[in-house]
């Protein structure tokens, strides 16, 4: 028996390369890989809640009463000085929680702070906030009537103004920190057993408890498909050409996802689920549980009292 092929050079010539660079990643590839890394380790960070810090050490219904509480007095300050201290004080939580304070300040002033910022920048102008002019924008011939809007001759920033708008973003700013705060220090299986102990609607917990599991499910679905259409591309694509693949694949990933419930409930039902929530976990009071209650209940009524003086 012959064996002269396997001497035979069967090499192929090498692929055509693309005209950009090698390396570089696309805007798609860029914002998916973002995405996924700020739901992974930004909201539902499993090292954050093994640490040995303050909060991690607490009873989760602890945290979940205590937390609500805060988030309640803060969406009732008006003074900006006591919202300042507030969200100061959601800071030193995050110290002593042992989370870093640049990834904790990015998480929370990543999107909501930020847009709330947006939507109140209109309130500092006085033809919203009439008030103390501080500077002087623009100056009209005359004064415009638009309907119900009246926009004075002289457009500038009040002081009133910029203190309502500064009194809006805190309030979010803060109120977001709380519930980072628990997201971060709390295991997510925890969180909806404390809800459902605080008699929180089951099926509302049931909703937040699948979202947890199939939001990690469908971005790596979504990774998948985009890596193995890209190991399937030689070249440079025309710009239209992906902006077809992009709407292509939002309808896949809603029809997937609509399957997928569909399928893991019916398989759930199959299997005896009777709407109830159950964790292995069995929570314990400790003494320390019970003076951060009575603390957290007494700072909301004295600064709550002050906010009113």
Do not use: C
Request: proline fraction near 5%; charge should be positive; aromatic fraction near 12%.
């Amino acid at each position: 028996m012959s064996f002269h092929w396997l001497k035979t050079d069967h090499s192929l010539p090498p692929a055509p390369q693309s005209n950009g660079a090698p390396n570089k990643k696309g805007y798609l590839e860029k914002t998916l890989r973002e995405i996924t890394s700020f739901f992974v380790n930004g909201i539902f960070s499993e090292e954050t809640t093994a640490k040995a810090g303050f909060l991690q050490a607490l009873d989760p219904r602890a945290k979940v009463f205590t937390l609500g509480i805060f988030v309640i007095a803060v969406t009732l300050y008006k003074n900006i000085y006591i919202l300042l201290g507030a969200y100061a004080f959601t800071i030193l939580l995050a110290h002593l929680s042992k989370i870093g304070i640049g990834f904790f300040l990015i998480r929370v002033w990543l999107f909501i702070p930020l847009f709330s910022g947006i939507i109140a920048l209109p309130a500092v102008l006085n033809i919203f906030v009439p008030g103390d002019p501080l500077v002087d924008l623009v100056t009209l011939e005359k004064e415009i009537m638009l309907g119900p809007l009246k926009i004075p001759q002289t457009v500038s920033v009040t002081k009133q103004g910029l203190l309502s708008a500064s009194v809006f973003v805190m309030r979010v700013a803060t109120s977001v920190s709380l519930v980072v705060l628990l997201t971060l220090t709390t295991k997510w299986p925890h969180i909806l057993k404390s809800l459902s102990v605080f008699r929180v609607p089951q099926f509302f917990t049931f909703i937040l408890g699948m979202t947890y599991r199939y939001i990690h499910l469908l971005l790596r679905l979504i990774e998948d498909v985009h890596l193995a259409r890209r190991s399937r591309t030689i070249g440079k694509e025309k710009a239209s050409s992906g902006r077809k693949w992009i709407i292509s694949q939002i309808r896949f990933v809603m029809k997937k996802s609509l399957s997928t419930g569909e399928q893991v409930y019916s398989a759930m039902v199959s299997r005896g689920f009777m709407y109830e929530l159950k964790t292995a976990d069995n929570f314990k009071i400790k003494p320390i549980d019970y003076a951060w209650s009575a603390f957290a209940v007494t700072v909301t009524a004295v600064t709550l009292v002050l906010n009113w003086i």
